[in-house]
């Protein structure tokens, strides 16, 4: 595949270097751009020697007038990383003032980006629209990590890291690409119903949707997939051993049964904390006064989990109304999970019932990785991804 890596002017533009060496590495050829302003941080030469070619960087040079056209001719795929707020307004406003901003234009192939730029700049409207505007027309986003900018301060604006940037690629060219092939993923998901009495239960508002997307994702991606769930009106997605479970008891003994083949455990689902701690044999009949239910806690199956889980990957879920971060990160810990992903529920278009979510996928080694909105099956895909990282950094520092 001929990829043009276009680089734009900000402090990530050094990691570009080695994004390029690992195209190459990958079997590609590049053909690195740089912009002016990126010239202020990398120097061109450094890309001329990893990649073997001339680097392009202004559209006045004597041999340069129709280049722009040619290169954007021939070669697949155009990535920019890092991508400045100002390239992602230059493409998504269609102007064309650089070599790199007119070559987006005559180009026809799949584009990808990868922003990285201060917190304020990142969550500006004037960004998200142009975001927004450049999702429209099909292009990929590489999500920028949350942690410390060079400026000093903490959010999301981070560029990726270059494997997410590398699966991006790789998915952008092959959609159908098998990369979890030889694992077994065990997935729980959907609610719990822990009974009152026969007719009555306590339950959540899970639909099941995120915990069945993951598994079809992962069945899409080559993966073994256990999924355990609960009541849900779902059908469950072909190829995928399901077992279905009602009380979070059961699912505790579906999980615990089924553990052993599993490479990998996404504990998705959204399973009681409490329950009727003697539910009725018979109907408890109305009697015109108040009844009381008296709650036990419920075993968390997830740190239980995290007490024998050996060598698994071990993913948790956290369902958050405030403060998603710190509890996210307090989950991690003390259910000894390699990853927790946070979503924020209570809101429209994320957490339960909604075909939509937005996550903060939250590392064992402090990286965090924010997802704006997008439907479940997008969102399953890059927490897979980012399994895939996980499993590759393997070893998985615990
Ligand atoms: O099913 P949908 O409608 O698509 O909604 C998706 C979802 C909101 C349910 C899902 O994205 C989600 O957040 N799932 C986890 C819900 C939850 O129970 O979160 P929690 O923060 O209470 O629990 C943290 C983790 O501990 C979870 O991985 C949970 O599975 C696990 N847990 C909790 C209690 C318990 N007794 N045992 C557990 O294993």
Redesign the pocket.
Request: aromatic residues 6%.
């Given at each position: 595949m001929r990829i043009i890596l276009g680089v734009t002017g900000g402090i990530a533009a050094y990691k570009a270097a080695d994004l390029a060496r690992l195209l190459i590495r990958d079997g590609h050829e590049v053909q690195a751009v740089l912009t002016p302003s990126a010239e202020e941080f990398v120097r061109p030469v450094t890309f001329a020697a990893l990649t073997g070619r001339k680097v392009l960087t202004s559209l006045f040079e004597p041999s340069a007038a129709i280049e722009h056209i040619d290169v954007a001719q021939s070669n697949d795929l155009l990535l920019v990383a890092p991508a400045t707020a100002d390239i992602l307004a230059e493409f998504a406003h269609g102007l064309a003032g650089g070599f790199l901003s007119t070559l987006y234009l005559a180009f026809r192939g799949p584009v990808i980006l990868a922003p990285a730029m201060n917190t304020n700049m990142w969550e500006h409207e004037a960004t998200r629209t142009n975001l927004e505007t450049l999702r429209k027309r099909g292009h990929v986003i590489v999500e920028p990590a949350v942690g410390m900018l060079a400026c000093g301060t903490f959010g999301a604006g981070r560029l990726a890291e270059n494997d997410a940037i590398l699966e991006a690629v790789r998915r952008t060219i092959d959609p159908a690409v098998r990369d979890l092939e030889g694992e077994t993923i065990l997935i729980?998901?959907?609610p719990t119903q822990e009974p009152i009495d026969p007719v009555r239960f306590i339950s959540n508002?899970?639909?099941?949707?995120?915990?069945y997307a993951l598994a079809q994702a992962a069945l899409d991606r080559g993966a073994k997939v256990i999924l355990v769930s609960g009541p849900v009106s779902l059908d469950p997605p072909r190829g995928a051993e399901t077992i279905h479970v009602r009380t979070?008891s059961e699912m505790r003994g579906a999980v615990l049964s089924h553990l052993k083949p599993a490479t990998v455990v996404v504990?998705?689902?959204?399973?009681?904390?409490f329950r009727p701690a003697a539910p009725a044999k018979q109907k408890i009949k109305k009697q015109g006064k108040p009844v009381s239910l008296e709650l036990e806690p419920?075993?968390?199956?997830?740190?239980e989990l995290g007490r024998i889980r050996g060598d698994r990957l071990l993913v948790?879920?956290?369902?958050?109304t405030n403060d998603v971060l710190e509890y996210a990160q307090w989950?991690l810990n003390e259910?000894n999970c390699d990853m927790v992903?946070a979503?924020r529920?209570g809101v429209e278009g994320s957490?339960?019932?909604s075909d939509t979510?937005e996550i903060l996928m939250v590392m064992r080694g402090g990286e965090v990785v924010e997802v704006p909105r997008a439907p479940?099956r997008e969102i399953a895909d890059r927490i897979l991804g980012q399994i895939i990282r996980l499993r590759q950094t393997a070893g998985v520092a615990r």
């Open positions: 729980t998901a959907g508002r899970s639909s099941g949707k995120m915990g979070a504990k998705c689902a959204a399973v009681a904390d419920v075993g968390d199956i997830l740190a948790g879920f956290a369902a958050e989950k259910k992903v979503n529920v957490g339960f019932e979510n479940k």
